[in-house]
């Protein structure tokens, strides 16, 4: 019997931080994917799980009882401490600090920022097309706050200009960081292949699509090569080939042609 | 390769994690700066300064090793425990681990920035307000981060509305009922056993008794527990570096509040 099953949507962002860490571990996870785009997350059946309505979210059965864990990057650490496998985590008191800034870095102020310019160019005009009855009955669903805001005006096409011109000024810093980074270490915070990278790395495969003023060849040469270098794992396959949607297959092409 | 801790007045992420560093019992000297002088932003010697220039913390303390400078109190605090080899600030079970990041996260992103500004507001605003136009021009022209120093900024202006006021309102409220929730089955400590989460909530819960004395009538629990918190030795040690009379008074900007949720 699977002991762990992972409530995901596709291999990106939030969600493919503990597909990739459980992948990189080698543990066998039930796989149950919820399809944000329909607004599973909010649905009764996944608030039981996660009353956040926010993917991902994983359980684990083990002697004690049924486990439940949400939040991807602490999913992670989760995964890396609880499960045997490769070490995901550097040795070093000082490298695991640096991992520990970086993810934080990316989930609480380069993340939020990709979010927005995300959900403006691409989440909303999806789900916009729909009967607007629907779709505020959906939103009306959301627990929190903050993301009944987000959902509001990604679909209105509301995020202010201020707001945007915020989002892309942190995405151009964020980059040029990333990039300086890079050159400094082969991995993100280390010299190792570590949580930090998974973490990165699923919100960044795509900037040489989504963003190619600021992330190419010949602009971000260390990024580049690090991104290649990632996706040519064996696990980054695994996890891609998950995915429901045509978006890993369409980055596998620009992967393939990056460096 | 000397390390050093630059710290503010105990209080908020300073106060953790010099609490953190007497749990430890590592020796790393410590200097004390003057938050609201900009000092932070002055410091020299630093090779890698990123994590100083773009730390999400806000004004909190810069350890400095190798050149390199470290900032952001839990996992300042998380490096002192593992330094040491394990000091028992952090719970050896994965779940329970998990539980304390997950823990240490809901304060930092959520109770700290509401804090910090409440806070700021109480008692460091009309100094920001007074220092003189250059002093203030040069200060925050030695902020590498846009949006720290749009957050002096506010405060110098007097800029801020009174949404985020009563926001950061009920942040403090919500803080301090979650902490009765979890202190409701006579536990001594947040996460059971004394942990990174105790100083963390600890240093942005315990000044707001005096500014939001409201969220805490109905925690009886919650004031029982920052009373045990605070004759902790480690506390104790790191309230005894202050300068003033009242460090739990003392603020600096902070970190911003949420934009995406
Ligand atoms: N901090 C959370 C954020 C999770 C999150 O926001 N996930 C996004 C998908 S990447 C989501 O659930 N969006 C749908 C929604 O908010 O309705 C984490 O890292 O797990």
């Not at chain 1, 996660?50 to 002697?63: E, F, L």
């Not at chain 2, 390390?3 to 007497?22: D, I, K, M, Q, R």
């Not at chain 2, 605090?77 to 050896?92: I, K, N, S, T």
Request: charged content about 20%; overall charge negative.
């Amino acid at each position: 019997m699977t002991e762990v099953t992972l409530y995901h949507w596709e291999p990106n962002a939030n969600s493919g931080k503990p597909m990739l860490a459980l992948m990189e571990k080698g543990v066998p996870f039930a796989s149950h994917y919820i399809d944000m785009l329909q607004f599973d997350q909010h649905k009764p059946e996944y608030l039981a799980i996660n009353p956040q309505g926010t993917i991902p979210a994983m359980t684990h059965q083990g002697p004690l009882g049924t486990r439940v864990l949400t939040e991807s990057t602490a999913i992670m650490e989760y995964v890396n401490a609880a499960f045997p496998g490769p070490d995901l985590m550097p040795a070093d008191a000082q490298d695991r600090w640096r991992v520990r800034w970086w993810m934080k870095f990316m989930d609480q102020w380069l993340g939020p920022s990709f979010s927005m310019i995300g959900w403006s160019v691409f989440v909303g005009p999806m789900v916009r097309k729909r009967d607007p009855e629907e779709l505020a009955a959906a939103i009306d669903r959301i627990p929190l706050p903050e993301r009944r805001i987000a959902w509001r005006k990604a679909i209105n096409g509301d995020f202010s200009a201020s707001e945007m011109a915020e989002s892309r000024r942190r995405v151009a810093l964020g980059i040029a960081r990333l990039e300086e980074e890079l050159g400094k270490r082969d991995y993100v915070g280390s010299a190792s292949y570590s949580l930090a990278d998974i973490n990165i790395f699923n919100s960044t495969y795509s900037l040489p699509l989504s963003q190619p003023d600021l992330a190419s060849k010949d602009k971000t040469p260390n990024i580049m090569r690090w991104l290649k270098r990632v996706y040519e794992r064996d696990a980054v396959k695994r996890t891609w080939a998950m995915g429901k949607t045509d978006l890993a297959a369409r980055y596998s092409l620009v992967m393939e042609g990056i460096v | 390769m000397g390390a050093v801790l630059y710290h503010g007045e105990p209080n908020g992420a300073s106060l953790t994690v010099l609490a953190a560093l007497a749990e430890s019992g590592l020796d790393i000297p410590c200097v004390r700066i003057d938050l609201l002088a900009g000092a932070r932003h002055n410091l020299t010697g630093i090779a890698e300064p990123i994590a100083l220039d773009l730390g999400i913390e806000g004004e909190g303390p810069v350890l400095v090793i190798g050149g390199e400078a470290m900032t952001e109190s839990v996992f300042l605090a998380q490096y002192f425990d593992e330094l040491a080899g394990g000091c028992g600030l952090q719970p050896a079970d994965p779940y329970a681990h998990w539980d304390m990041l997950m823990w240490c996260r809901q304060i930092t992103e959520r109770l700290s920035p509401a804090a910090a500004l409440l806070g700021n507001l109480a008692s460091s605003q009309q100094g920001i307000a007074a220092i003189p136009a250059d002093d203030f021009a040069a200060l925050t022209a030695s902020v590498v981060s846009d949006d720290l120093r749009a957050r002096w900024q506010a405060l110098h202006d007097d800029a801020i509305d009174a949404a985020q006021v009563a926001d950061s309102h009920a942040k403090v409220d919500q803080a301090a009922a979650r902490c009765e929730g979890k202190l409701a089955d006579g536990r001594e400590w947040l996460m059971g056993e004394f942990s990174i989460a105790d100083l963390v909530t600890y240093g942005w819960l315990a000044g707001m008794e005096p500014i939001r004395p409201q969220a805490f009538v109905a925690a009886p629990l919650t004031c029982a527990w920052l009373a045990r918190v605070a004759a902790r030795p480690c506390v104790v040690s790191a309230l005894a570096l202050a300068n003033c009379a009242e460090p739990l008074r003392s603020w600096a900007p902070g970190p911003e509040i949420n934009r995406w949720g």
